[in-house]
């Protein structure tokens, strides 16, 4: 199936440890970017990759860090996790500005 | 700083109506704007995408129009289904940043 595969679906973590979240797209899109849903429901860009070269970054605090090794795939690492990282975790891509984004099933971080 | 705002946050229709949900933007420099739908718990399927050169885009029951002068698009679902039940997102997409969303229009529909 082409899609974009976001790993985990669940995370929950306790306050001060260190988690990763996985994505990959096997579109062929050169744009991958991560998205977070608060509990409002309200969907903010996070980072966003283009070939490998982070082309946004939307003032998250610098315990969040992005990894892209190739194109296809956009990890997420968090470090010293806190309460308010509790959120819903968008993985999407695309070809880039003025097309269609692709999104992931999301991963529901859950801080304890 | 472009904001997306959508109305009504929430809406309650039976079975069979025809609706309108509404989007609105602040700045019109834009590529495109995009309907998406996100089901409890799950992700977002894209449902149409307007570029800013288009007036419309429909598929199936569902018609979307977009007046980029005014800031505002529409999305028209016709005839209704239980099975429409959703929230609606709407999304600008822009130079030098990634989609914008709107708070997303919750929809109810009851059979």
């Known amino acids: 199936d082409t899609a974009v595969s976001q790993t985990p679906k669940y995370l929950v973590t306790q306050m001060g440890n260190d988690k990763s979240i996985k994505c990959e797209q096997n579109l062929g899109h050169d744009t991958m970017y991560w998205y977070k849903q608060d509990s409002k429901k309200f969907l903010k860009i996070m980072f966003s990759y283009n070939n490998k070269e982070l082309i946004i970054n939307e003032t998250v605090p610098n315990r969040f860090s992005p990894k892209s090794p190739d194109k296809a795939h956009l990890n997420l690492h968090i470090n010293s996790l806190e309460l308010g990282d509790s959120a819903v975790y968008f993985c999407?891509?695309?070809?880039?500005?003025?097309?269609?984004?692709?999104f992931g099933s999301g991963t529901r971080l859950t801080v304890v | 700083k472009q904001e997306v705002t959508q109305i009504p946050a929430a809406l309650s229709v039976p079975e069979g109506e025809n609706l309108v949900l509404n989007c609105s933007f602040t700045d019109s420099a834009i590529y495109n704007l995009q309907w998406f739908r996100q089901d409890p718990g799950k992700g977002l399927t894209s449902l149409l995408l307007i570029q800013s050169s288009q007036r419309e885009q429909t598929s199936g029951r569902l018609n979307a129009s977009l007046d980029k002068s005014s800031g505002r698009s529409t999305l028209y679902i016709a005839a209704s289904q239980p099975g429409d039940s959703a929230t609606y997102l709407c999304a600008v997409d822009q130079a030098g940043t990634a989609l914008i969303f709107g708070k997303g229009t919750t929809l109810s529909v009851s059979s």
């Open positions: 999407a891509s695309s070809h880039g500005t003025g097309s269609s984004y692709t």
